[in-house]
């Protein structure tokens, strides 16, 4: 099968929104609507829990699969794949004779893909395998700009599995104890810090001295290892430090998203999440990297091509999912003339 680059944020957007359709029109096949439920179910599960990659085979499901999600005793395949070929049918119809109405509604929920079921065919005796998959819906998802004819799209396209003790750092829902900790542990050391300059100094005592450069050099040491998650405050995303990431992930990144719940204010409460962005190089086709920018792109998190990384750099936006060159190189086809043309008619970008 071919290997599909699909975002994880849009799949599971366009999930959600396409549950939350198919009940509002109450929809009556309630065993296609299961099957469809199951297999996203499974399917983020290995996701987010297994950093697997949708599309890959550990989220691809055959016929036996489904059923046993629906409590079906495993038979033969052959049972099980005429058991299932009415309800996938079932949902490709819906899908195909209410497209309209259908794209319509994942436009206002922001979507920029329909969900469907794809297959990978059965080839070389090998059973038929059925896995989620993304169809673009045209005219879809925010304001559409007159973008460089190459610039990159950046998706979501792994969540890193920790080791086993960081785990619980994945992802950080901030409420309740988490947020006060998240707030005030960086507070609480500080004004610790300043009681003992208070204390100590006017001393004018040599041995207390060690006790304050011990301090000093502790909030350093702790400063240097958690300051990408309080970079978020008002970046949003950050790199991830490398001492929470696993040898194989070479990097990854922080993200401080908004969530379905509330505060008292109306606010809606964030999330600090480990997320891997990626892309394909529009110029060469090289995988793209997110990374921290240096010399004139240092402050800022940039895409560099695997392959040109001095020349193939482009801007990164994780709200928009958009990059753009950083370079006005002739053979882009865009000049420096027409980088500031662009971006004086685009003075929101």
């Known amino acids: 099968m071919e290997n599909l680059s699909i975002d994880i944020d849009e799949l599971k957007s366009s999930y959600e929104a396409t549950l939350k359709h198919l009940k509002s029109v109450k929809w009556t096949k309630k065993t296609a609507l299961t ?15 297994h950093q697997c990659v ?56 922001g979507c920029k893909h329909r969900l469907v079921i794809d297959d990978t065919g059965s080839r070389g005796g090998e059973r038929n395998h059925y896995y989620l998959s993304l169809q673009e819906v045209l005219g879809g998802g925010a304001k559409s700009i007159d973008l460089p004819s190459c610039h990159i799209e950046y998706q979501v396209r792994q969540i890193p599995k920790l080791l086993p003790c ?15 900790t998240y707030l005030g542990a960086p507070l609480t050391l500080g004004v610790g810090w300043v009681l003992l300059m208070l204390w100590v100094l006017p001393l004018n005592n040599d041995q207390h001295l060690p006790a304050l450069v011990l301090y000093s050099t502790i909030l350093v040491g702790l400063w240097i290892f958690v300051h990408p998650f309080y970079d978020l405050v008002n970046r949003r995303v950050s790199m991830a430090p490398s001492w929470m990431l696993p040898f194989k992930v070479l990097s990854a990144q922080l993200e401080m998203v908004p969530t379905d719940g509330r505060k008292v204010n109306g606010a809606p409460i964030r999330s600090i999440r480990l997320v891997r962005y990626g892309g394909d190089c529009p110029i060469c086709g090289a995988p793209i990297a997110v990374i921290s920018g240096t010399r004139e792109f240092r402050g800022r998190l940039i895409g560099q091509c695997n392959e040109s990384g001095t020349e193939h750099v482009f801007s990164f936006d994780h709200v928009s999912k958009i990059g753009v060159p950083l370079r006005g190189n002739a053979y882009y086809g865009i000049s420096n003339k027409q980088f500031g043309n662009y971006y004086r008619d685009h003075p929101d970008c």
């Not at 046993?68 to 899908?95: F, I, Q, T």
Request: glycine letters at 6%; hydrophobic letters at 30%; charged letters at 40%.
């Open 35 to 49: 099957v469809l439920e199951k297999m996203g179910d499974q399917t983020f599960e290995n996701v987010f829990e």
């Open 54 to 109: 949708p599309g890959d085979e550990a989220c691809q499901y055959d016929s036996c699969d489904i059923g046993m999600w629906l409590d079906r005793k495993r038979g033969d395949a052959e049972a099980s794949r005429n058991w299932l070929k009415p309800h996938l049918k079932a949902y490709r119809d819906y899908v195909e004779q209410n497209k309209d109405e259908l794209d319509e509604y994942l436009r206002q929920q």
């Open 166 to 180: 960081f785990e619980w750092m994945r992802r950080i829902d901030l409420e309740g104890w988490k947020i006060r």
